[in-house]
C-alpha cells in the first residue's frame, strides 16, 4: 500500500490530504454496500429489459437516411420503456442534450392558451428560456403558453395549499425538477414526488405530470415513472449514457405524450418511424447496461466528498449524512477563490485535458458566470467527473459524476489539495 501512498503523492496528492481522505472512507463502509444493494437491482432490472426484448447483435447495426425499420433504434426505445415501467419511449441521438428533451417534452404537449405550472419554485437555468421567464425567440411564452411557479416552503417542502389554488382551467402540464440542479434546495425523493403527483391529480385529474429527471436515474430501485409521472425525461450524456452515449436524451412516458414528442421532434405523421441511428446504438446499449455501477460510483463520490468538506466546515447539500436522490453534491464554498482551487483539482485530476486550468466564463443560457471543471471522454459529459457552479453567492461548487468510484475519489481529494495549496483550507 506505500506503493499507492507513492502513486498518488506522484498525481499531487499530499500524505496529509491522502490520510484525511482514509480516515473519513473508514466511516463510510455501510452507506457505500448500500449503495452497492440499489445498483445491484437496477442492474437486474436493464438485464431483465435487455432480455425482454431479444436484444442481439443485429440491433447494433448502423443505419443512414431515413431510418425506417431501425431494429436497433425500435428495441431500444422498448427497453426503455421497460426499464421505466412505461407504455412508451423516445430515444434518440437527434435529441441533442436534456434542456432539448425537455422543450420538445414542453412544447408537444401544451398548446397554446394552455398553462404550465412549475409546484417547486425556479426551473433548471437553461429552462427559464425555454419557457420564457428569461424573454426569448420560440419560448413557450410567445407561443401563448402561460406559465405559473409556487416556490417551496422555507423548509424545502410542498407548497399544498398555494399548488391548488394555482391549478385552473388552463393548466394542462406541470413539471417537477427531480434534482435541486444549481439551487441549494433539497432534491426531491421519488417517494416525495409521488406523493405530489398524487395531490395534483387530486386537484385535476387529467393534468400531465412531466418530472425533468436528470441525475435522478438508477440512485434509487424506483424512478418518477413509477409513482405516476406521465413523462420522465432526461439526458444521455448524464446517468442512463452511463458514460459511453456521446449525445442524445430521452422521454419515457404514455403512449399518447410520448407519440406527441415524436411529432414534434421529427414531423407531424412522421414521428417515431423516421430518425436514423448513424452506428450509435453499441454506445447507447451498453450504456445503460453500464450505467447502475456508474451511478454508484458517482454517488459514492458524492457521499465522500460530503463527508470530507463538511467536517472542514463547509455547508453541504445533500449533508454528509443524508440519504441522497441525485448524484450532485453542492459544497457551499464562500469565495470566487475557493471554487476557481475546487474545480482546478477536479481538472487536474482528470484522464483528459488535466493540463487545462477551469476559468469562470458567460455561458450561453445562464445568467450568470459560470465556471465548469472536466477532463472528459465526452464534451460536457456530467455523469464524467466534472464541478461548476454559477459565480454567484453562496458561492456553491456542484460536483458530480466519475466513470469509476476510484476517479471520483482521486478527484475530490485534489480539489482539497487545492485548496490547501491556495491556503484556504487547513487540514
Ligand atoms: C442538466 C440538467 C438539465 C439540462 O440538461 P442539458 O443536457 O445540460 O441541456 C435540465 N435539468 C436538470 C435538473 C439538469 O440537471
Redesign the pocket.
Known sequence: MTELLELYQELGISPAVHAYGEATLEKLKERFDAIDKIAEYNQAKVIKAMQRNRVSAACFAATTGYGYDDVGRDTLERVYADVFHTEAALVRPQIT????A?TVALAANLLPGDELLSPVGA??D??QEVIGIRESPCSLKEYGVSYRQVNLLPDGTFDYEKIRQAINEKTKVVTI???K?YDTRPTFSVGQIGELIAFVKSVKPDVICMV?N??GEFVETIEPSDVGADMIVG?L??NPGGGLAPIG?YICGTEACVTRCAFRLSAPGLGQEVGANLGIMPAFYQGLFLAPTVVAGAEKGAVFAANLYEPLGYHCVPNAAESRHDIIQAVELGSEEAMVAFCAGIQAAAPVDSFAAPMPWDMPGYDSKVIMAAGAFVQ?S?IELSADGPIRAPYAVYFQGGLTWYHAKLGILMSLQKLCDAGIVKL
Do not use: A, E, N, V
Open positions: 442534450c436534456g434542456t432539448h425537455l426551473p433548471y437553461t429552462l425538477q427531480r434534482s440542479g425533468d436528470c441525475y439526458s450524456i448524464k436524451g460536457g456530467s
